[in-house]
């Protein structure tokens, strides 16, 4: 079944094809407005996830989404390669979390990125005004700048604001083709057994593609076939210790000149 046709959650299981063929296809509206099916979560750390009772999986860990997602994402991945500046690519923009911690960074003069975020089930205004994760992380002077963007039906990029220049396409990553383009990509899809198609060689290749030499993916998951289908797209493979609850989780890098054979940890 393509994946067009095998979708994650039945009850948002529409979607318009507005273009295929080479070339990204572009969806209009995958999203019905209601989407019963998803509730605030409150998580070990204190802080508030959404859950899908379809899927029945959380869209980050219960034992603290702050505290997985700035293990993960921005300690291992932004904080570890530390440019002044950095396009970021993410997959899986869900809730906006690893958008806000690392907009955070940002309005802390810490760096500035230009983010551009993948995601074909954008989530409604009411959903994110739920989680109320600007008041939750103490940072209400981004919740304007926010939630405009998220609940935009437009794509950006929106003019830089406190750091971060924010762009979104509602698009599977299945579909998605750049070459070089990004320093950093935060890989946040649901795990294996929900969503097998997102941790193939396939869509590694297209991620290893995506990134510029030097450039590195993290993802919390650290299962053996995913760390083998990583280094099969060619990346460097790290496991670091994962965030609490969490033993390990990878990060891959793509070779630049300077690296030599062998040197990915298997
Ligand atoms: C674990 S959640 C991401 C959590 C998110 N990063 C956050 O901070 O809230 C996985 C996300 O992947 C999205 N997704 C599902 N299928 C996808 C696909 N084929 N390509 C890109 N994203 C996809 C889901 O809609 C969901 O929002």
Redesign the pocket.
């Known amino acids: 079944m393509s ?1 067009q046709h095998r979708v ?2 039945p009850d948002r299981s529409f979607s318009i094809r507005l273009r295929s063929g080479p070339g990204p296809t572009i969806y209009l509206r995958s999203v019905p407005t209601a989407t019963p099916d998803l509730f605030p979560a409150r998580t070990g750390d204190g802080s508030l ?2 859950r899908s009772t379809l899927l029945d ?4 860990s219960m034992h603290g ?1 702050v505290q997985e ?1 700035t293990h993960v994402f921005i300690k291992n991945g932004l904080e570890h390669l530390a440019l002044p500046h950095m396009q970021v690519l ?10 806000l911690l690392t907009w955070i960074r940002c309005a802390e003069g810490k760096c500035t990125v230009d983010y551009t975020a ?6 409604g205004r009411e959903q994110l005004v739920a989680l109320d994760h600007c008041n939750e992380l103490a940072w209400p002077g981004l919740q304007e700048p926010f939630l405009q963007r998220m609940t935009s039906d437009g794509t950006g990029p929106w003019e830089s604001a406190h750091g971060l220049c924010f762009r979104k396409l509602p ?4 579909d ?1 083709r750049a070459e070089a383009v990004a320093d950093l990509i ?1 890989f ?4 294996p057994p929900t ?1 097998p ?2 941790w193939t060689l396939e869509v590694f290749q297209r991620m290893h593609d995506a990134l510029k030499p030097g450039g590195v993916l993290v993802t919390y998951c650290a299962k053996g076939e995913v760390r083998r289908a990583m280094q099969q797209a060619g990346f460097m493979v790290e496991r670091l210790p994962g965030p609490p609850g969490k033993r390990e989780m990878l990060r891959g890098r793509r070779r630049n000149a300077d690296d030599t054979d062998g040197a990915d940890g298997r």
């Open positions: 994946y994650v959650i996830t959404l999986e959380p869209y980050h989404a997602s993410e997959v899986g923009l869900g809730t906006g979390l690893n958008l993948l995601e074909p089930f954008p989530l698009m599977a990553v299945q998605f935060y946040d899809a649901f795990g969503q198609e997102m």
